[in-house]
């Protein structure tokens, strides 16, 4: 079955402009994470969505970051006036909802690689 | 704070028993989560759990705030990064480590 799609997979811009990274998780899946790894950095958690509600939005860095889930789906992390140090792998992971039995098993997409010039 | 430490690199040689320490400062952890990614592919879960387990060529050992991963007849195919995370048991969220890059030599 299809597992986890991000888009685009590379996004180079420069500082300053405005950068939409996408996450399709596997279906089914209600519960959605996004993580960053910065260069030599382990994975960082930025925000996690329970349907389309943002319980824990404590990993984001700044108030540049933001990200939005519609439909229980598709999710879009948005970064605002990138700078050089936003530049690190987004990745994005589903899992299925809480008290199923495989809950907190994290899916993985492949990332995308954002570059900030 | 919440934190995972484990390993920045472990080098071995193919067919060899590849030993990843993992430990934890994270209060009413539940389960470990060993993680295998390849640089631009997507992390692939290998093993997890509260208690000892195996899958495949791969053992996680288990104790309250540390878990090892092997990796059994090591291949060069092995090198890799590998991260160990963990959850709480009232929690959703994961604690992961920086990594550990395994490298293999012929």
């Known amino acids: 079955g299809a597992g986890v799609s991000q888009s685009p997979s590379n996004k180079v811009t420069e500082k300053g402009k405005d950068v939409e990274l996408r996450c399709d998780p596997i279906?089914?899946?209600?519960?959605l994470y996004w993580y960053r790894q910065s260069l030599g950095q382990g994975l960082e958690f930025l925000i996690y969505?329970?349907?389309?509600?943002?319980?824990?939005k404590s990993g984001l860095p700044s108030d540049r970051f933001s990200a939005e889930r519609t439909g229980g789906s598709v999710s879009t992390l948005t970064i605002q006036r990138t700078q050089q140090e936003d530049s690190a792998v987004y990745l994005c992971?589903?899992?299925?909802?809480?008290?199923?039995?495989?809950?907190?098993?994290?899916?993985f997409g492949p990332g995308t690689r954002l570059t900030v010039l | 704070k919440d934190q995972v430490f484990q390993p920045s690199t472990v080098a071995s040689s193919e067919g060899a028993v590849v030993e990843i320490f993992c430990n934890h400062s994270?209060?009413?952890?539940?389960?470990f989560f060993w993680y295998l990614h390849f640089p631009g592919c997507a992390p692939r879960l290998l093993v997890k759990?509260?208690?000892?387990?195996q899958q495949g060529r791969y053992n996680m050992t288990y104790e309250r705030f540390s878990s090892s991963l092997l990796i059994l007849q090591v291949r060069e195919a092995d090198a890799a990064v590998y991260y160990c995370?963990?959850?709480?048991?009232?929690?959703?969220?994961?604690?992961f480590g920086a990594g550990t890059t395994v490298t293999v030599r012929a």
């Open positions: 992971a589903s899992s299925l909802p809480e008290g199923t039995g495989g809950y907190n098993e994290q899916f």
């Open positions: 279906s089914g899946h209600t519960a």
């Open positions: 969505f329970q349907g389309n509600s943002a319980p824990d």
């Open positions: 994270v209060s009413n952890a539940y389960n």
């Open positions: 759990g509260s208690k000892p387990s």
């Open positions: 995370a963990v959850c709480r048991s009232n929690d959703y969220k994961l604690s």
